[in-house]
């Protein structure tokens, strides 16, 4: 198996411009999570996805964020309209969610955003 | 309750030494933990994972003790290798529920 794609590996912008990073999971795998990761905060778990319906979109960090994922091989992570402060490397995860816990989560190459 | 708190935030090690890592949680329903391995432009990757029936867990180099009275877990990198260079994430999970990851250690081999 090829392992989580993501795309694209690299976007840089302005500030306003829609960004809009895509993600396709391992075949077979259940649930998806999107992550941001920066050094100040670290990683942080956005949205999760179990058989394509969001879970927790907690993380979100503003209105200006919005995932979908239309079926089990493609998911999308929007920006509407994206601040220099969102600047970060965007990761997508894919695991099998089974109920004894073993939930290993395969993440994918990750895609790091610029807004200039 | 669903923190996990992580330490050091930064550690530097000679060739040869012994890294260590250590972790703590709140929440007594976790009954997964794993540590997650992160390159340098990767993404994390599963590295090695302890249940808490067990109070350690050896895969070559690498070890964890878990503690669960204390509820306290930790990464043993032993005769450590600039390879070895990472930041490393202690996590936890239960039944169906989403990963909780640490903060995250960026770890230093230097020879």
């Known amino acids: 198996d090829a392992g989580v794609i993501q795309s694209p590996r690299h976007e840089v912008t302005e500030m306003g411009q829609e960004v809009t990073l895509r993600c396709k999971p391992i075949?077979?795998?259940?649930?998806l999570f999107w992550y941001r990761q920066t050094m100040m905060r670290g990683l942080e778990l956005l949205i999760y996805?179990?058989?394509?319906?969001?879970?927790?979109d907690s993380g979100m960090p503003e209105d200006r964020f919005s995932a979908k994922m239309p079926n089990a091989s493609f998911s999308t992570l929007k920006i509407q309209p994206s601040e220099p402060r969102d600047s970060a490397v965007y990761f997508c995860a894919s695991s099998v969610l089974s109920g004894t816990g073993d939930n290993e989560q395969f993440f994918g190459p990750g895609t790091r955003l610029t807004v200039l | 309750q669903q923190q996990v708190k992580q330490s050091p935030q930064s550690l530097i090690v000679q060739k040869g030494g012994i890294s260590i890592i250590n972790c703590a949680y709140e929440?007594?329903?976790?009954?997964?933990f794993p540590w997650y391995q992160q390159f340098p432009g990767k993404g994390p990757a599963l590295l090695i994972a302890i249940r808490p029936d067990v109070s350690e867990k050896k895969e070559g180099r690498f070890t964890i003790s878990f503690n669960k009275s204390a509820k306290q877990f930790s990464l043993h990198i032993m005769d450590s290798q600039p390879g070895d260079s990472a930041t490393y994430f202690c996590?936890?999970?239960?039944?169906?529920?989403?990963?909780?990851f640490g903060t995250g250690t960026k770890l230093q081999v230097i020879p």
């Open positions: 996805f179990n058989n394509n319906v969001p879970i927790d």
């Open positions: 075949s077979g795998h259940n649930s």
């Open positions: 929440n007594t329903a976790f009954d997964y």
């Open positions: 996590a936890a999970s239960w039944g169906y529920q989403k990963v909780t």
